[in-house]
């Protein structure tokens, strides 16, 4: 099963406002990750969060982690339309390399 | 710095049919990868390669996948029969390191199977 899983599933907002999404997953990891894909396109990379950091940002980008509940979120501060994308979380386990992606959530930022 | 280059973009075959998927990833890249990506779903780890070895397979279908990577470049995925399952969007990533930093994916080839 996936590792990570994103809450909520779909998100609509309206330019301006923020957009937060979590992740929650259930063995300890060394690290987080986020990734954006819009629609028909390939995944790219937006943050990456170690397991002994707790915030870090990236242009409106923030994103928290807290391993004691085994969650993260992205916040995005000022959402674009061209914001518009599915945003995946992704976790790299203490016991192996492997990246393991959570099911994404969509958000739509209208104009 | 040109990114990881898939090809064919989109592929429609019937079931029992075969098909392959290409893959040449950053350069100097060591570790290269290919997920498969179900229509509303996260990508699935298929199969990992450091340089031209094999690190993780465990989520690949040998019965009917195959995948290599010789000279530890360009990579192709196989599969043979295809089933109406094997739907989806195949992404081909690379990365540095062997630890999971940073992925770099490719744009994905689309592939529905009749």
């Known amino acids: 099963s996936q590792q990570g899983e994103e809450d909520p599933q779909a998100l609509s907002i309206q330019e301006g406002e923020n957009a937060t999404m979590n992740c929650s997953y259930k063995?300890?990891?060394?690290?987080l990750q986020w990734y954006r894909q819009n629609s028909g396109r390939g995944l790219v990379h937006l943050i990456l969060i170690r397991s002994n950091e707790r915030e870090k940002h990236s242009g409106r980008l923030r994103v928290t982690l807290d391993t004691s509940k085994k969650s993260s979120s992205l916040l995005i501060t000022a959402s674009r339309a061209a914001d518009t994308a599915s945003y995946f979380c992704a976790t790299d386990g203490t016991s192996g390399s492997r990246l393991t992606f959570g099911e994404g959530t969509q958000l739509t930022v209208n104009p | 710095e040109a990114g990881v280059a898939q090809s064919p973009r989109y592929k429609i075959i019937e079931k029992r049919q075969s098909v392959a998927f290409w893959c040449n990833p950053i350069s100097g890249h060591a570790t290269l990868y290919w997920y498969q990506q179900i229509l509303g779903q996260g990508p699935k780890l298929l199969i990992q390669f450091q340089n031209n070895g094999v690190v993780d397979d465990s989520q690949l279908p040998k019965d009917r996948f195959s995948a290599e990577r010789l000279k530890g470049v360009d990579s192709t995925l196989k599969i043979q029969p295809a089933k109406l399952e094997d739907s989806a969007v195949y992404l081909c990533?690379?990365?540095?390191?062997?630890?999971?930093?940073?992925?770099?994916f490719g744009e994905g080839s689309r592939l529905t199977v009749l």
């Open positions: 063995t300890s990891i060394n690290n």
């Open positions: 990533a690379s990365s540095s390191a062997q630890g999971a930093g940073e992925l770099f």
